[in-house]
């Protein structure tokens, strides 16, 4: 996936909420809306490098995104709404033979309480897949989450009612970063879903990650990673 616009570097200055931040883009200070939720706080660094995105739409209280953050040799994107898209751009391709062979994929479709990200179909075949955005890396092991997530436990609870009944589940662990070679979920960071994770796996949701390749114009999904679960307490 290309950036729709050519990014601009800047400096990160400060987070003033969690979905607004300040960056100094030359010598004046912009505000830029950061589309991710979680703490970031290994990324957002007072005057750590940062490339943001032009945006006009509407109502927007910002004139830019806040796009990629650099961390020591990598860029690392934070935008939190990517994952859905590179995964649907490199299933439609037929990049990911985990997820070849449907001839249809529906996005933000309900199932209980909740609206997962895709439904694939082939005739009576059915597959719910849901998206998670990944950040953060501690040597070489992508940690999920960074913050505590009661919407993404109730994710975990629907797949696994869809794996109980006969259908098949997967969450999809997008690490958007390159230097990634295997993934755990963060207990430190929230135990709960820790315990969900393991749960869904038993009741047969697959559990993937993929790392990305990210540069200053585009992202793709790169390659799978292991996924390491942490044993039964």
Not at 30 to 59: D, K
Not at 75 to 104: H, T, W
Not at 106 to 131: H, K
Not at 203 to 231: F, H, K, M, T, W
Request: aromatic share 8%; hydrophobic share 45%.
């Amino acid at each position: 996936m290309r950036f729709t616009a050519p990014l601009l570097r800047a400096r990160f200055i400060r987070r003033d909420n969690r979905f607004r931040a300040t960056v100094a883009l030359g010598d004046e200070a912009v505000a830029v809306h950061v589309p991710n939720s979680g703490r970031l706080g290994e990324l957002l660094i007072p005057g750590q490098a940062v490339y943001i995105a032009p945006r006009e739409a509407p109502g927007r209280r910002t004139a830019y995104d806040l796009a990629l953050a650099r961390c020591a040799e990598v860029l690392v994107s934070v935008d939190a709404r990517l994952p859905s898209r590179l995964f649907a751009e490199a299933c439609l391709a037929g990049l990911l033979p985990e997820f070849q062979g449907y001839a249809c994929l529906a996005a933000e479709v309900r199932r209980g309480d909740s609206r997962l990200d895709f439904l694939l179909q082939a005739g009576d075949r059915r597959c719910w897949v849901e998206t998670k955005s990944c950040t953060l890396v501690e040597d070489g092991v992508a940690l999920f989450p960074d913050a505590p997530t009661a919407r993404g436990q109730r994710h975990l609870y629907e797949l696994a009612k869809a794996a109980t009944a006969g259908d098949r589940a997967a969450v999809l662990f997008v690490v958007q970063r390159p230097d990634a070679v295997a993934f755990a979920p963060h207990p430190c960071a929230d135990p709960e879903f820790t315990k969900w994770l393991r749960a869904a796996a038993q009741a047969g949701v697959e559990i993937r990650a993929y790392r990305c390749q990210v540069d200053e114009e585009r992202i793709a999904l790169d390659a799978s990673l292991e996924v390491r679960l942490p044993a039964m307490g």
